[in-house]
């Protein structure tokens, strides 16, 4: 576990430039960090999240010149977007230089870049001089860590060097935007919100791989970001119905609520936590944000969900949330989390 102090940042900065693992806190979640150039260090990322070869990883860069060293064009619209939204939680697709590994990208042609806002990322990567491809430190499939705490209970002891940023602010995974297309395409909502990629850029297409349209990310599997438990989603609002319902039924009548064991809820706000609360359903309830705050919340979201899973709950239950800014994001973590 290394500090924030400069000598740290050093120490992880020469450790990746020698090939080493060493994960990274950004602004969003923490990254597991291997130097983009070199393959190997690349492919022992690959095994130690048990990631999938067809998955490919983001490029870290440290200024917006940084783009040239990995992708081959930057177009207007994309450098319209770097000017205007980076640093910060924003990956965009380009085409890939022909420099850069191939397995960094999984054999496409094309390669995602963010420039993070985290000081400490930025003095990292730097001090590398090169470029870091970092996925999300978690083993593939599971709660992505947004402390230094939650990466040393997945992945401790299979990587180099752990630097310790303190909680991540975002604590959501970056947005992934197309920027090869004519149109841009979301391939993934998250930490910078759609409607401020929009007032830059325009029209952006949201992907759906259905009727001709485009696909999502290689790595946008339906089952992701999920704790042991199940964790059963419902609508605004259906929650709270659902309980309803089953204590008329005697819980037999609503079929999630039928298993034995201990529940928990996540509440969007204070008063759905107090109301949840009083249904006598739930051993425990959480609450992303006591009064209701969309950019708290999404950054709770994922520290909430290891603490309830450390917790052994058999069963966890959550309402989607306002479906824009950030709630589209925190919808899309939840539902895949939902998903087994
Ligand atoms: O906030 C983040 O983006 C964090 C921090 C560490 O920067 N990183 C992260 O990486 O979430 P990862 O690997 O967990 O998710 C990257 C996503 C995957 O869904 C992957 O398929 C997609 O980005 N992706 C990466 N390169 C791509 C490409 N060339 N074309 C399409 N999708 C790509
Ligand atoms: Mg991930």
Redesign the pocket.
């Known amino acids: 576990m290394l500090g924030s102090d400069d000598k740290s940042l050093k120490k992880a900065g020469k450790a990746l430039a020698a090939g080493k693992l060493v994960v990274i806190p950004?602004e969003?979640?923490?990254?597991l960090g291997a130097d983009a150039f070199n393959p190997l260090a690349v492919a022992r990322v690959f095994e130690v999240k048990a990631r999938p070869s067809f998955?490919?990883?983001?490029v870290?860069v440290a200024s917006i010149d940084g783009v040239g060293r990995v992708a081959a064009d930057f177009p207007r619209a994309a450098r319209r977007l770097a000017e205007a939204l980076w640093p910060g939680?924003l990956?965009m697709?380009l085409p890939k230089r022909a420099e850069l590994p191939g397995i960094v990208?999984s054999g496409?042609d094309?390669?995602?870049i963010?420039f993070?806002a985290h000081p400490l990322a930025r003095k990292i990567i730097e001090y590398s001089g090169s470029a870091v491809a970092?996925?999300?430190a978690n083993p593939f499939g599971y709660i992505?860590p947004t402390s230094a705490r939650h990466v040393e209970k997945v992945l401790g002891g299979k990587v180099d060097f752990i630097v310790d940023g303190g909680p991540c602010a975002v604590g959501l995974?970056?947005t992934?935007l197309?920027m090869t297309r004519d149109i841009p395409v979301l391939?993934?909502p998250?930490?910078m919100p759609l409607e401020r990629i929009r007032d830059i850029v325009g029209e952006v297409l949201l992907c759906s791989g259905q009727n001709g349209a485009p696909a999502a990310?290689?790595?946008?599997l339906k089952s992701h970001y999920a704790p042991r438990a199940p964790l059963y989603l419902y609508e605004r609002g259906g929650l709270a119905e659902a309980c309803a319902r089953g204590a008329r039924a005697g819980q037999a009548g609503a079929s999630a609520f039928a298993a034995p064991g201990r529940r928990a809820a996540i509440a969007f706000d204070g008063g759905q936590g107090r109301a949840l609360s009083a249904t006598g359903f739930f051993e425990r309830v959480v609450v992303l944000s006591e009064r209701g705050d969309m950019v708290e919340a999404a950054s709770r979201l994922f520290a909430l969900l290891y603490e309830l899973d450390a917790e052994d709950f058999d069963a966890l239950y959550a309402e989607r949330v306002q479906d824009q800014g950030l709630g589209r994001a925190i919808n899309d973590r939840l539902y895949r989390a939902s998903k087994k």
């Open positions: 950004t969003t979640v923490y990254g998955d490919p990883l983001i870290h939680p990956t697709v990208t496409l094309t390669v995602g963010r993070p970092a996925p999300s992505s995974e970056s992934v197309d391939l993934r998250g930490g990310s290689p790595g946008q």
